[in-house]
């Protein structure tokens, strides 16, 4: 039986407040922890709080790592959030040597100079598309809650479609095919990350 929607819990993400954003919407969601059984979903939710490095060694002791990528590849949506949209890149600054998901091309780079790290608060995202599905509903520049050190940096820019500033501008947002990316916390950010999270749900 093909179930709707599961969130992938590999001990590091913020998994209750991610579900609990879901339950608030009236939409179900399973917690899934073994590679072996991502096949029976139509959605995947990638989270994360945390260092790069230790995400990619709870997912490979999980046998998580070649299931999401298949996941992906069958055309099947996903949407990482936080260090889950930074784990969906090659590589990163934070943890050298460490393979990412490589599903999006690009690395993670650290915020530089003089700025207060890590990045926290509410700030604006200005989309970068005309239209996109995930931001139905949603007119002119939108604001969320963010909190991290590293920010994702893809090859083709194409793939941006939200941007923020601090001390740089960078991809807050991103999109390729059916795979999402929100830098911020959809679930810290009131109806706006309640907005997004259905979207996403119901027509990405």
């Known amino acids: 039986m093909i179930k709707k929607t599961a969130i992938i819990d590999y001990g590091m993400g913020n998994l209750y407040s991610v579900r609990n954003s879901f339950a608030a919407l009236g939409m179900d969601t399973d917690t899934v922890g073994r ?24 997912l490979k002791k999980r046998g998580l790592i070649a299931p999401v990528r298949d996941f992906v590849a069958s055309g099947r949506p996903l949407i990482g959030i936080c260090l889950g949209m930074q784990l969906l890149l090659d590589e990163s600054e934070e943890s050298p040597g460490v393979e990412g998901l490589g599903i999006i091309p690009g690395r993670v780079r650290k915020f530089s100079g003089k700025l207060k790290v890590p990045h926290m608060g509410w700030n604006k995202i200005a989309k970068t598309v005309g239209r996109c599905r995930i931001f139905r509903g949603l007119k002119g520049n939108i604001y969320a809650y963010f909190c991290h050190s590293y920010y994702a940096v893809p090859k083709d820019k194409k793939v941006v479609i939200g941007e923020t500033e601090y001390g740089v501008r960078f991809a ?20 706006i990350g309640l907005t997004l999270l259905r979207n996403f749900i119901e027509s990405c």
């Open 172 to 191: 807050s947002m991103i999109e390729k095919g059916r795979v999402y990316g929100m830098q911020f916390h959809p679930e810290k950010s009131q109806d």
């Open 35 to 58: 590679g072996c059984d991502l096949g029976r979903y139509e959605k995947l939710i990638l989270p994360g709080v945390g260092a790069f490095g230790d995400a990619m060694k709870e």
